[in-house]
């Protein structure tokens, strides 16, 4: 069963309890969707489409454990955000790919396939030589 966002929650309140700087002390954004995810709650759109701008702002700021969560999150509510998201995504997550523990790996890679997405060869070359590097 999937339970709809309440209408009387403000993403401003959210986001407001969710810094996206070091250090943060308390669950970045992308968890905090993750664990709204996990407990069957499917945010409304206007509510998705501010933290999406929220979070394209934020992308470069995230760790390699952030990024794994949004896209984990993202694949549990089968929701997608568009094409200019996705670039900032794949540009934050290239980023710090060798970070990444093969299991995050393991867990990213299945998100993007359930949600159709299409990342770029040269992107998937990345991860795939990343994964591979330090064995």
């Known amino acids: 069963m999937v339970l709809m966002w309440p209408q009387h929650f403000a993403l401003t309140d959210a986001l407001d309890c969710m810094p996206m700087t070091k250090p943060c002390v308390c669950l970045p954004a992308?968890?905090?969707?993750?664990?709204?995810?996990?407990?069957?709650?499917?945010?409304?759109?206007?509510?998705?489409?501010?933290?999406?701008?929220?979070?394209?702002?934020?992308?470069?700021?995230?760790?390699?454990?952030?990024?794994?969560?949004l896209a984990s999150a993202l694949a549990r509510m089968q929701r997608k955000p568009d094409e200019p998201w996705w670039r900032d995504f794949y540009a934050a997550a290239r980023a710090c790919f060798r970070a990444l523990p093969p299991q995050a790996h393991a867990a990213l890679l299945p998100a993007l396939a359930s949600l159709a997405c299409k990342p770029e060869a040269p992107w998937l070359k990345c991860v795939a030589s990343s994964a591979y590097a330090d064995q």
């Open 30 to 69: 992308s968890h905090h969707l993750q664990a709204i995810s996990s407990l069957g709650y499917v945010p409304d759109d206007v509510w998705l489409t501010d933290f999406f701008a929220h979070t394209r702002r934020a992308m470069r700021l995230m760790d390699p454990s952030e990024l794994v969560a």
